[in-house]
Nanobody
Framework: RCSSWESGGGTVQAGGSLRLHCAVS????????MGWFRQAPGKAREEVSC???????????YYADSVKGRFTITSDNAKNTINLQMDSLKPEDTATYYC??????????????????WGKGTLVTVSS
C-alpha cells in the first residue's frame, strides 16, 4: 500500500519555492482526508499539513507551526490530487516529503498513526 504518488521535489536555494504534487490511486479519494509529512535523516517523521472537510462542506486546513505562513496545501477532487506549495524555503525544510491518506474516522492532525496509505516520497533539498 505504498505507491509512487509524489512528484515535484528537487533542489532549490534558500528563499526559493517548490510545488509538490500527489496523484493518488488504490483507494477512494472521496473517503479520505489527505496530508503531507516529511522526514529528514536522523529525525522523526512529522506532519506538515493536512486538508479535510469542514463546516458547510468547505475544505479546512492544518499546518505545523514550522511551516505556517510559508506552505499552502490544496486539493482537486476531480483529479484525485493534492498539492503543496512551498515558499520561502529554509535549509531546515530539507527532507523526504510523503503524501498520506487519512480515513475520515481519524483526526487529520493526529500524525502518522492516523494514516492508512503512504506515497513513496519525493526528496526536497534546500541549500544555503
Amino acid at each position: 500500500r505504498c505507491s509512487s504518488w509524489e512528484s515535484g521535489g528537487g533542489t532549490v536555494q534558500a528563499g526559493g519555492s517548490l510545488r509538490l504534487h500527489c496523484a493518488v490511486s488504490g483507494f477512494d479519494f472521496d473517503d479520505y482526508d489527505m496530508g503531507w509529512f516529511r522526514q529528514a535523516p536522523g529525525k522523526a517523521r512529522e506532519e506538515v499539513s493536512c486538508i479535510y472537510s469542514g463546516a458547510g462542506g468547505t475544505a479546512d486546513t492544518y499546518y505545523a507551526d514550522s511551516v505556517k505562513g510559508r506552505f499552502t496545501i490544496t486539493s482537486d477532487n476531480a483529479k484525485n490530487t493534492i498539492n503543496l506549495q512551498m515558499d520561502s524555503l529554509k535549509p531546515e525544510d530539507t527532507a523526504t516529503y510523503y503524501c498520506a491518506a487519512i480515513p475520515f474516522g481519524n483526526d487529520c492532525q493526529m500524525g502518522s498513526i492516523g494514516v492508512d496509505y503512504w506515497g513513496k516520497g519525493t526528496l526536497v533539498t534546500v541549500s544555503s
